[in-house]
């Protein structure tokens, strides 16, 4: 019988693509062409490196028909520097690099340190390439600081992913020609709307003002009485001073977007633009581009038009005052803006209008918590905020949404390429799997072969009641494909759309600007002809395809590019694959970021979860797997998992149609929602993993428990659970064994030098041994089936 691998490749068949390291020191191989990965043995790994680009022949296959290979040649290495530590061990110096898919510490000659210390967070260049017999060599480039320095977990992460973080000379120069305010010149051609009340709303910490709003009544038809509101959405313009094939535009175009971490931003533009000249700052005049709506009492956009104008914002306002001031338009906020409260009373009519449209339409609309990571003046976290969408935050939605359709009906209609902003629903896979979840749940709720956004909202609506309500809206969401950037216009899904663009967000968006060059073409009745970049490399190590190769290639880790034939429009070959080029590599660099972001919360959460180690929390499962649970603390908003080693005496299965795991003996589940109590017991620095340790179900806190949902457990604790030792004193007990031990290893003999050198020392950090619970675990079998869960257990994380 075939195996679905053998489908794409057969025995003794070549194939070039890029090695995926893994900590435990295998790796798979990505072809450039074909979606089966071809597993790389230890041995074979012992000769590349992660991101290493190779030729591999397909020697045998495994029970389950996935290939394993030989690599045959080393087409490309990887010229990025890699980020590590620097360690001084047995004479040597070497770096234990930050990304563990590297596998191999690399030796650095004593001269080659550029006398960075031990311990220290460092860039090292490969001089010597890895072979079977010997680790790799490099140099230190770059001495970033030390490992606790502010701020280094974002330089680390900046090189992590590649994030260009430095704009070129040329780029600098350029932005430093460009003028303090508007010339005279710039306004020409321009309609002049300084007079009108637009005014930006945006979060208290934002720098870089994109949008203004202003609405006021309006009338249509005959009516004498309003009937309709005039909605005015002015969008920064961008396009006036970054010009394709400027340097500004290389850069801009190398980033894609801006990059958004706690405390800093790392800009698509230099600070003059994004803060500056292009920034609609408050009583100063800027260029826009302007959507200009009239909007019915249904909500539905009756008429538009675009054209470019002159603004001056008459208010800065944050959302929260914003939201202050439609909660009580006689408080103290509403006084001091007493000019401008009648417009916002309009803008906010023109919401709710809008916002019925949204709900005819059956957009979908989940009630997610987002969180906010506040940091102290060392950059370390000082708390975990949710964010609260207020009246103001759904608004400007709104207001953004209106203009992002008018844009994309613009464009379509014109028949002009464009950069479409697409969101398909459920692929056959997800549709399956969340049409037996439903089932398995019993609700009379289905979906139908072809699934509607109205029948995902209507699910969320009919469910939002339920105590499991966040369980399943979390399957309804995690079915959904994600969001990416395609010349083929193939709808959005989840706002329900049949066509979309952002539009809105030309300062930290290159799509965005793309969009405002093509309407700025169809309103001077020319064709913008896209043409890539000249001396952009693309970091983006997920690319299947180089610029000009097979068009509808996807990118590695991105979704297919949507195919149906009324999305098409007819192309000649060589623009169509420009704009697919550009599609994909502005789609993968949206991920880079997203995850470059995710790494540096997972950096602070970690070190955030150091300083609790041993402390008891209560927590809800968010995801059930068939390796444990994951839990977001109460208070804390901080994820970690439960191995499945820590449930308790017994057997569990993973319940994929419910999406929990169950005891075989007690019969126990555990699925999305399940309360929990957990004590923190280890936290890895380098794999930004924090792992828990289950101390019984539900999240009541037992007597004595210490404020705030934690206590403090120590060793000698007894049987009712009193006493408060702290974490870092019981941590001091905990390494004053270990070091007892250690002697003790050395004494008995040269076994004692076993473990890991170096890489883990400081940066895995443990808690004390829970005491057993369910199931009448002893202390000494945890403790054997935790160690087991370490060596092996975590992979599938």
Not at 280 to 286: H, S
Not at 424 to 430: I, Q, S
Not at 774 to 786: D, I, L, T
Request: glycine residues 10%; positive net charge.
């Amino acid at each position: 019988m075939t195996t679905p691998s053998q489908n794409f490749v057969n025995l003794m068949s070549e194939v070039v693509g890029t090695v995926q390291g893994h900590r435990d020191g295998h790796g798979f191989v990505q072809p450039d062409e074909g979606d089966v990965s071809i597993y790389l043995s230890p041995q074979e790994m012992r000769s590349v490196m992660h991101r290493d680009r190779v030729k591999v022949r397909v020697v045998r296959f495994d029970r389950r028909g996935r290939p394993e290979g030989l690599v045959l040649e080393i087409v490309e290495r990887k010229k990025t520097p890699i980020i590590g530590r620097l360690l001084h061990e047995g004479g040597a110096w070497l770096v234990a690099p930050e990304d563990r898919r590297f596998g191999r510490d690399i030796l650095i000659p004593a001269k080659a340190t550029a006398n960075a210390e031990p311990g220290q967070v460092v860039a090292v260049e490969l001089t010597e390439a890895p072979s079977l017999s010997a680790q790799p060599v490099g140099r230190v480039t770059e001495v970033l600081g030390g490992i606790d320095d502010p701020g280094m977990e974002i330089e680390i992460a900046v090189r992590k992913y590649e994030v260009p973080h430095k704009f070129s000379d040329d780029t600098l120069a350029q932005a430093a020609k460009l003028p303090e305010k508007l010339r005279a010149s710039d306004k020409k051609g321009r309609i002049d709307l300084t007079d009108v009340p637009l005014v930006t709303i945006d979060g208290e910490d934002a720098r870089d003002f994109d949008d203004a709003v202003y609405c006021q009544p309006a009338s249509i038809g005959r009516s004498k009485a309003p009937n309709a509101w005039r909605l005015l959405v002015a969008i920064a313009d961008v396009s006036h001073y970054v010009k394709p094939g400027d340097p500004l535009d290389r850069d801009a175009y190398e980033r894609a977007t801006s990059v958004y971490f706690p405390r800093r931003v790392i800009p698509m533009l230099p600070e003059k633009l994004s803060n500056g000249l292009c920034s609609l700052n408050p009583e100063v005049e800027r260029l826009s581009m302007v959507c200009d709506m009239l909007v019915t009492q249904e909500g539905e956009v009756h008429a538009y038009q675009f054209y470019p104008a002159v603004i001056n914002s008459h208010a800065r306002f944050t959302y929260t005052e914003v939201a202050a001031i439609l909660g009580n338009t006689r408080g103290p906020e509403a006084q001091k803006r007493g000019e401008l409260v009648t417009h916002l009373l309009h803008l906010h009519e023109v919401y709710r209008a809008l916002l019925k449209s949204r709900s005819g339409r059956g957009a979908v609309d989940f009630d997610t918590t987002e969180t906010q990571i506040v940091c102290d003046d060392n950059g370390k976290i000082a708390k975990i905020v949710p964010r609260v969408r207020t009246e103001a935050h759904r608004l400007i939605e709104e207001a953004m949404l209106a203009a992002n359709v008018c844009s994309a009906d613009f464009i379509s209609r014109a028949k002009h390429p464009s950069l479409y902003r697409v969101h398909e629903g459920p692929t056959p896979e997800k549709r399956s799997l969340l049409k037996n979840y439903l089932k398995a749940l019993g609700l009379g709720l289905s979906l139908g072969e072809e699934p509607t956004p109205g029948e995902f909202q209507a699910i969320a609506q009919a469910t939002k009641d339920r105590p499991d309500a966040t369980q399943i809206h979390t399957m309804l969401l995690r079915s959904m494909q994600q969001a990416m950037y395609t010349p083929i216009n193939s709808g959005h899904f989840g706002l329900a759309y049949e066509a979309y663009t952002h539009f809105t967000s030309p300062i930290r968006r290159y799509p965005d600007l793309l969009v405002h060059r093509v309407i700025k073409a169809l309103l001077g009745s020319a064709r913008y002809g896209l043409k890539v970049p000249e001396g952009v490399i693309s970091s983006v190590s997920t690319f299947k395809r180089k610029p000009g190769g097979k068009p509808g290639a996807p990118a590695k880790g991105l979704p297919a590019a949507p195919t149906k034939a009324a999305a098409r429009i007819k192309l000649p070959p060589q623009e169509l694959a420009a704009w697919e080029t550009v599609g994909i590599h502005c789609s993968a660099n949206e991920r880079r970021a997203d995850e470059a972001s995710r790494d540096v919360e997972a950096w602070l959460k970690c070190m955030f979860m150091r300083e609790r180690l041993g402390e008891e929390y209560g927590g809800t499962v968010t995801a059930a797997t068939s390796f444990g649970l994951f839990v977001q603390l109460d208070g804390l908003y901080v994820e970690g998992l439960i191995h499945i080693t820590e449930l308790g005496g017994e057997y569990y299965r993973f319940d994929e149609a419910r999406q929990e795991l169950r005891g075989e003996r007690t019969g126990v589940r555990y699925s999305i929602g399940s309360r929990v109590r957990i004590q923190v017991s280890r936290v890895d620095l380098d794999t930004r993993k924090i792992d828990f340790r289950m101390v019984r179900e539900g999240a009541e806190p037992r007597p004595g428990a210490a404020p705030g949902g934690a206590r403090r457990k120590g060793r000698g604790a007894d049987a009712n659970w009193p006493g408060d030792v702290s974490a870092q004193e019981e941590l001091a007990d905990i390494q004053d064994a270990d070091r007892e031990a250690k002697r003790g290893g050395k004494a008995a003999g040269r076994g004692g030098k076993a473990g890991s050198k170096g890489r883990d020392r400081g940066v895995v950090v443990e808690a004390a041994p829970v005491r057993a619970t369910s199931g009448g675990r002893g202390s000494s079998k945890a403790a054997g089936k935790k160690a087991v869960a370490r060596k092996g257990g975590k992979g599938k994380r």
